[in-house]
């Protein structure tokens, strides 16, 4: 389901950095609002079922949750893409601000980039660990028993 996910913030890093790129105010305009379409029909479910389906799966194979390190690691990062999602990411906003014929301030526009640049980068780290699993343990320490 990441990679799913990955394809959907693909889409919206053209659509944002086309935006960012044009001088057509009515074409920016309209490429900010295409993306609240696209994170509530894509990005949101596609979310929830990555890490919905990654606790289950961990929890029911032999990798286990927190037994590996690229478990642990990948749900961090799915929980990590959501969080940004949700806390730094305002297509709504960016398409009020170009409404009324104006520009948005091409630092605001450039962040809004940087923030779905983060999520791919987190997202094809996640894949990565997928397909390449590294084997190495979470160590937990043993209590020894008095006796």
């Given amino acids: 389901m990441s990679v799913a996910l990955l394809g959907e913030v693909w889409g919206l890093v053209v659509l944002n950095t086309a935006a960012a790129l044009t001088k057509d ?36 194979s032999h990798w286990g ?12 990062l799915v929980v990590a893409v959501i969080g940004v999602g949700m806390l730094l990411f305002d297509p709504e906003g960016m398409a009020a601000v170009t409404s009324g014929g104006r520009a948005a301030e091409p630092a605001r526009q450039w962040g809004q980039v940087a923030v779905l640049s983060t999520q791919i980068v987190m ?4 894949t990565t660990l997928s397909v390449f699993k590294p084997r190495r343990r979470i160590r937990v320490p043993s209590a020894r028993m008095a006796g």
């Fill in 25 to 60: 105010l009515e074409l920016a305009h309209a490429a900010y609002r295409l993306m609240p379409p696209l994170v509530f029909a894509g990005g949101i479910p596609l979310s929830l079922i990555a890490l919905i389906t990654g606790i289950t799966l961990g929890l029911t």
């Fill in 65 to 76: 949750l927190f037994r590996y390190y690229w478990v642990a690691v990948k749900l961090a």
């Fill in 123 to 126: 997202l094809m780290t996640a």
